[in-house]
Structures are given as C-alpha cells and as structure tokens.
C-alpha cells in the first residue's frame, strides 16, 4: 500500500490557522516574525500571515515541508483603552446573562428549557430596575428630597442652592426638585441603551455563515425551528445556523429594558406625588395620579410580556426585527415619563418633604422578587440535571441558579454602596438613619442592612478557604513524594520538588470552584433573606435595632454596619480600579482574563445591557475564513487554539459544512474546553457535545500540563488528549537544559516538541481521508493585504 501523497505530490497546500488565548497577542510573536501583513480584517480583529508567506497558494513547493502559519488576533475585541474598564460596572448583567448558558443538559425538557430561559431573563430584568431604582435613591431621595429639603443639608451646598427648600424659589417644591433630579436616573437609562444599540451593530449584527454555503451540504442535518436551543433540530447547539446571530433577541430585549429603566423612574416621580395628592383635597391631581399609576403598572406588563414572549431562534438565522416593539416600548415609556414628571412638577405650595420618599420598600420586593425567582430557578434546574445526571456537571446542575444570585448580590452591592457612600457624602460628620446628628434619614434600611451582612459572610468563607488551603498542602506533600518518578534519571532537590509540586497542586484549585461558589450562593441566599426578614421587622438600621440587646450583640451589630458601609464602597473602589488596571496591564488582564473572555463569550441572551459578547465576531471570522480558504485551495487546514482560543477554534468547527470538516483538523492546547466549559456550561460543551464533536471532527489532539491551572483533558477515554506533558522539561541542570528550565503551566505549549509531533500527525492523518487534489488556483489571497509596522517578536498567548 502506498503512502498518502505529501502536499506537494498532490499540488495542495496546507494551512495552519493559529487562534491565540486569554491576554492577546500580536501577530508578531504568534508568527515568530516582524514583518506580518495582514490578509483580511480589520484593526479589530484580523487574519495574518509573514510577508514570505503571502503567495504561498500560489507556491506550495516553498512550503513543502510546513504549513503556511495564520495568525487570527482577536485581543481588540475583549481590550482596549482604559475607558472599557465602565463595562466593569455593568459586570451584574454579564454574571445573569452567564447563567442562562449554564442550564444542565437540556435532553428531551424543551419546556424546561424555554421555562429556564424565561426565568433567567425575568432576574435580568430584576437586576436592569434594581441599577436605576438605585439611580432613583441617590437623585431623587437622598439628594433631591432629602438633603435639598433639609437646612441643615444644604447648607454649604452650592450646587444644591437653586433646589434648596430654604430658599423658597419656583424649583423649591419637592416635585419640582424631583422632575429636575430624574434627569439623572433617565440619562443613566438612555446611556446604557446607546451603549447596548452601538455594540449590538458591532457584535449581534454579524453575519454567520450562510444557509448557501450549508444547503447543498448533504452531510449537515435539515433544519427545525424552535427557541431557546429547544427545537427539534439533532445538530449540536453551538452548531445550529442562528447561534451566533442574537440581533432579533437583543434587539427585543434592549427596548424592554430601557422601557423598564423609564417606566422605574417615572413611577419614582408618579408615587411621590400621588401620595401627597391623596392626603389633599386635589380631587383632580389625584385622579390623574391613579390614572398615571394604572398606566405605569399596565406598561410595566407589556415589558414583562415581552421579555418573556421569545427566547433564541437558533435554528435559523433570523433577520426579522419587532420593529413595533423595538420603536414604540421605549418611546411610550419616555413619553409616559415625560407625563409623570409634568405631574410631579405641578405647583403644590403645601407640600413638604421629609423622612425618604414615598415607596422606598420597593428595594424589599425587588430583592423578595429576585430571592423567588432563583428559588423557583433551581427547583427548574434541579429537574432538568435529573433527566441526564453526570457527575462532572457543576453543582449538579445548580450553577446556574447559584450564578443568577451571586449576579443579584453583585448587584445590590454595588447599588448599595454607591448609595451608602452617597449619604454619608451628603450629611458630613453624622450617620445616616442613627438618630439626632443625622440631617438626612439616609438611603432605605434594606441597603443598610444587606451592607452589614457582608462582615458576618466574609468570616464565614474564611472556613472554606482554610479548609483548601490545608487541603492544597496536603496535595503538595502527596506529589512532592513521587515527584521523581516522572524525573527518573535526576538527583532529588527538596526546593526544586517543593516548587514544582506546589504549582501542580495550586493548579487543581480550579477544580474546586464548584463547591466553593456553591458555598458562597448558600451563604449569600441565607444572609440575603435574614437581611430582608431584620429590615421588615424592624424599618431601623442594624444599629438602631439592636439598641435593646444585649451590649455584646449592639456592640456586634454597630461594628458590621460600620465595617459592611465601608467595605462596600472600597470594594467598589478597588473594583473599579482594577478593572481599569487589567485594561492597561497585560499581565493583570492576563491573571482575570479568563473569567472576563468567558463571561463575554456567550451570546447576549438574558441581559441586552451586559458587554458585548466577542465570539459573534470572532465565530463567524474563523469559520469563513476556514470555509472560504479550503473551497477555493482544496488544502487542508489545522486550526490550532490555545486557550480561549481552543473554545472558539471548536465552535467555529462546529458551524463548518460537513464537505469543509474533513479537511479540517483540530489541535488545542491548554484548553478550558472540558474543565471550564464542559462543567459549567453542559448542555453546550457537555459529555455529549465534546464526544459528537469528536465524531464530526476525528482529526483532533489535545495537549495539556498538569501544572496548567486553565486547561486540562478534554475526553477523558478516546485518542484525543496527550497529557499531561512533562513541565518542565528538565528537572535540574543537564546537557541539554544547562539553565533551569522555567515552570511553563499555561504558556508556550507551542515550544514542547510534542506540539510539532502531534501538528504533523493531524495533517498525515487529513491526508490519507482526503481525495487527490488537482492542484491551486494559482490566486492569491483575495481578502485585503494591509502592512503591519514591525514589531519585536514576542511570545504568544
């Protein structure tokens, strides 16, 4: 039997489509060469080549014993200037829209799954009220009701003079105050809408691969129609035409949120004054103000309606827009918030304002609301785990319900803080809500009262923490003891063990997530509810409560809410500040990136307002590059992914024709495809979905390091991993190694030799599946060729 042709027998070239990880790259270092030309793309994101490569179709024999290297630079669509560090505030948004990919397998629950969906996006809605009702607090009560209407507030408050009830002027009415403060809450509303509207045109507006390219395809499945990933349709989620293609959803999804962001602030202003209306004889300012109260309420349920009428259409790609919907909610409720402020506004000499404003216990049926609905998500979830349990799923099918309330904790957190901070800003040396020297009552006690319980949860964390730090040393000791045998041939070294077998063992910390944030969900719920039960019970700030106990406990409670007031805002603080740091730093942004890249790597399905997700550009770039490139060559084509860019290197592959499959292979390397994606996200990179993946792609290695705290196996029986590789590579001093080798964890698996083995070993194995090629096109590239300064090479993510 003959041997399979090489490429140059058979006149064909070959290709290796390099997709770099978390922290990005250049394209100098991905090549090893400075002088690259970019082939097609933009300054977002783009494919590259070496200038000596740029005509390589044209020439395989140049190439007769290598593959022509590409470089696909994603990093602009996940970092840039230190102003993206903003979408690090809307992070509750990006964890809620998390969990909705974290549903358990969907197998044979399709109305599991589109209830899942539904609840999901309902706490996403939770969480859109919550920031501007929180908007609300600091505009409305703290600043324009409260300290405006106090002397001894706005006092030595300039800014505040026009607005001050002392000074008697046209905008010295409360409602008046109020209408001029919403200005405030609005913007906030109308900013996030641009900013959704803009990035929505950038990322969701995409265009995947088209049906043309996949009809004649006979290997591909007929499509189905269904939402929420619950269709009929048998191929693979992540394989479905419509996945990558949210604009319909989010479009949707936006003009229901920036409705309930004006509806939220216009029923701040209505419920202010039709409180006062009612207590007065203004027969006709009270019928208004019922009228404007039914018309908010009716409103509010045509959003809720909306949100949950239509989940993804992932079957199909869908370029149909509810431009109803997308028009007339937003512009109904910003008319109907234009009404309510000229309600408010309206001349009532006799109306004074004191303690907080009306219908400040709407932040308790928010966070009872929130509290319900993550219950009834888990029970939801917990239903579907038991249809297809597999005990490497996450929390048993509970990380999303988990996921869903830590994202309404970061939420009231954050809103909470900023409003702490703001009224200890606004009443100077007293506190807020503790008696006489308060010139203010301050923000709602809820607030307080969730601030205090954040003391007693970070001491009870301390527990978990001590237990995996003992456990980790233990781990430790168990590698160091046979660490040689991996070492055979070298001369034990008790601090060199020690070093490689404490980074062996930290790097399996990451497999203790699951249980950890199942700890922190646990204590977050249970702490959560006592803080709602304590401020109902006693509307008084955990100080004041506490005034009759017993001197120990007043003495407790006064201290965890001073210390929960102060951590709040410095956490905020340091949120913000090292959110703008991992933007600027490299090597900061490379220590959270992860995290980041998959929080922002799925579609925009819960929450419009979350960060743009990158892989609806990034998908659909890899996968008509691979397409395009083999149809016009007939070469074959590895795609090799390190890291985050293993997860979209396989998610491009899985939109692939199945014509285009076969002459694909596919080589990852510290890959968080099983120990990240497949635990937390299931239904998409599952068992199931990984060994189907397999199945269609048969030309598939991966290569991973036991000291790699990212990546790991990816199929745990089958022909796919090799692993764990030797790291390092020498133990001490030898011939070969004369300097210590460094410990490598997640970087440079391209320099192991094991790469170039199994890179060639893919391409030999394409070979003998494919028929013989005619030969080129003899064209280059067509996509456009742009000069790239050079720069130093560098070392690739």
Not at 215 to 232: L, R
Request: with cysteine; proline share 7%.
């Amino acid at each position: 039997m003959s041997p399979p042709p090489s490429p140059a027998e058979s006149g064909a070239p070959t290709l290796e489509l390099l997709v770099h990880g978390v922290g990005g790259a250049t394209p100098q270092g991905m090549l090893g060469d400075a002088r690259t030309v970019r082939i097609t793309g933009d300054e977002t994101a783009a494919v590259y080549r070496r200038a000596a490569d740029l005509h390589a179709e044209a020439h395989p024999q140049d190439a007769r014993d290598r593959p022509v290297p590409e470089a696909y630079v994603w990093s602009n669509l996940t970092s840039g200037n230190s102003a993206r560090a903003l979408w690090l505030l809307l992070l509750p948004f990006m964890v809620v829209n998390l969990a909705h990919w974290m549903l358990p397998s969907g197998r044979g629950g399709g109305r599991a799954v589109r209830v899942y969906g539904v609840l999901v996006r309902l706490v996403a809605l939770s969480l859109t009220v919550l920031l501007v009702a929180a908007a609300c607090e600091v505009a409305l009560d703290l600043t324009a009701w409260q300290c405006a209407g106090s002397s001894g507030c706005s006092d030595g408050k300039s800014w505040l003079g026009f607005l001050a009830a002392d000074h008697g002027g046209w905008w010295a009415q409360p409602g008046r105050r109020l209408a001029v403060a919403a200005l405030v809450p609005s913007a906030l509303t109308a900013l996030l809408w641009y900013l959704s509207n803009r990035t929505w045109s950038a990322y969701e507006s995409q265009q995947p691969l088209g049906d043309d390219a996949r009809a004649a395809d006979a290997g591909d499945p007929a499509e189905g129609d269904g939402e929420d990933g619950a269709g009929a349709d048998p191929r693979p989620a992540l394989g479905r035409p419509g996945f990558w293609y949210g604009r319909r959803l989010v479009a949707r999804l936006r003009a229901a949120h920036t409705a309930a962001g004006f509806l939220t602030v216009a029923a701040a202003l209505t419920v202010a004054a039709a409180a006062f209306d009612r207590r007065s004889s203004g027969t006709l300012l009270e019928a208004i103000g019922w009228l404007l109260e039914a018309t908010i309420l009716v409103s509010a349920s045509v959003v809720v309606w909306v949100v949950c009428r239509r989940g993804r259409t992932e079957t199909r790609l869908d370029e149909e827009l509810d431009r109803a919907v997308v028009t007339l909610l937003p512009g109904g409720a910003l008319t109907l918030l234009g009404l309510s402020a000229l309600y408010a506004a309206w001349s009532r000499p006799g109306w004074r304002s004191s303690g907080t404003l009306p219908g400040d216990r709407s932040f308790g049926i928010l966070t009872l609301a929130q509290l319900a609905l993550v219950v009834v998500l888990a029970a939801v979830a917990m239903a579907m785990y038991r249809r297809a349990p597999h005990i490497r799923t996450a929390l048993r099918g509970l990380a999303g319900p988990a996921v869903a309330l830590l994202a309404c904790a970061l939420g009231g957190v954050m809103t909470g803080g900023v409003a702490q901070r703001v009224a200890d800003w606004l009443d100077g040396p007293g506190t807020p809500g503790m008696g006489s020297k308060s010139s203010i009552a301050g923000p709602p006690v809820l607030l307080s009262w969730q601030a205090s319980v954040i003391p007693v949860l970070l001491l009870l964390l301390l527990l978990p923490v001590a237990y995996y730090a003992l456990r980790t040393l233990r781990r430790e000791r168990r590698i160091a003891a046979t660490l040689m045998t991996d070492y055979p041939h070298e001369r034990p070294d008790t601090v060199r063990t020690r070093q490689i077998a404490g980074v062996r063992a930290r790097a399996q910390l990451t497999d203790a997530a699951p249980p950890f944030v199942g700890i922190v969900s646990a204590a977050t719920l249970l702490l959560g509810g006592g803080a709602l039960i304590g401020s109902w019970l006693s509307d008084q700030v955990p100080g004041r409560a506490a005034d009759a106990a017993p001197s120990v406990i007043a003495s407790a409670t006064d201290a965890a809410q001073a210390a929960g007031s102060w951590l709040v805002g410095l956490g905020f603080i340091l949120f913000v500040t090292l959110g703008r740091r991992a933007y600027r730093d490299a090597s900061a942004r490379r220590s959270i990136g992860i995290l980041w890249d998959v929080g922002t790597f799925w579609p925009r399905a819960a929450h419009p307002f979350a960060p743009p997700c990158y892989a609806e550009r990034a998908v659909p770039d890899l996968t008509w590059r691979m397409f395009t490139w083999t149809d016009r060559t007939g070469g074959r084509l590895v795609i090799s992914g390190h890291s985050q860019g293993s997860v979209l290197a396989a998610a491009a592959v899985w939109q692939l024709p199945a014509r285009t499959r076969r002459r694909v292979a596919l080589l990852t390397y510290g890959s968080p495809l099983e120990r990240l994606y497949g635990r937390w996200f299931p239904a998409y990179f599952g068992p199931d979905c990984l060994d189907g993946l397999h199945l269609e792609v048969p030309c598939w290695r991966n290569l991973w390091r036991a000291t790699d705290p990212i990546g790991g196996w990816v199929l745990r029986d089958g022909d796919v991993d090799r692993g764990p590789l030797l790291d390092p590579a020498a133990y001490g001093r030898t011939r070969e190694h004369p300097l210590p080798d460094p410990i490598l964890g997640h970087s440079d698996y391209q320099a192991d030799p094991a790469f170039a083995e199994e890179r060639a070993a893919l391409l030999d194995r394409l070979a003998t599946k494919l028929p013989r090629q005619a030969g080129p096109s003899g064209e280059a590239d067509s996509g456009q060729v742009t000069a790239v300064p050079a720069d130093p090479p560098g070392t690739a993510d």
